[in-house]
């Protein structure tokens, strides 16, 4: 049993912050990856788009369009992810979907959070 759960979505103004987290609940496998993606409610039938990934250990990657302005953590002793975003702009608005990669032995599974919505207006 996987459970993510998301918080710190909302509103913001441009140039505004916001900062995201996502704890994985398991007792069985062990964290390969988390990471966060968005897509627009409108968008469903396309694919989830990268924002930020990072590795039990602790390698980043992001997106080239939030590079510089957002930051993946992570505290593996809590399974907790997060991502600061910082010059927030209207183009991020969208729908952030946490992820996480786990395994067991030689199984990884992908789990995904239900979505949290950041809204980036004035």
């Known amino acids: 049993q996987v459970d993510l759960v998301e918080s710190g979505g909302g509103l913001v103004e441009p140039g505004g912050s916001l900062r995201l987290s996502c704890t994985v609940s398991?007792?069985?496998?062990?964290?390969?990856?988390m990471g966060w993606y968005r897509r627009d409610p409108g968008k469903r039938h396309e694919r989830r788009e990268l924002?930020?990934?990072?590795?039990?250990?602790?390698?980043?990657n992001y997106a080239d369009s939030v590079k510089g302005r957002f930051t993946i953590s992570a505290d593996n002793t809590k399974n907790t992810a997060y991502l600061q975003m910082d010059s927030l702009k209207p183009e991020d608005t969208s729908v952030y979907y946490c992820?996480?990669?786990?395994?067991?032995?030689?199984?990884?599974?992908?789990?995904w959070g239900r979505g949290t919505q950041v809204t980036v207006s004035s």
């Open positions: 992820k996480a990669e786990v395994g067991l032995l030689s199984s990884i599974q992908t789990h």
């Open positions: 398991t007792s069985t496998f062990t964290m390969r990856l």
């Open positions: 924002v930020a990934t990072i590795t039990a250990a602790g390698d980043t």
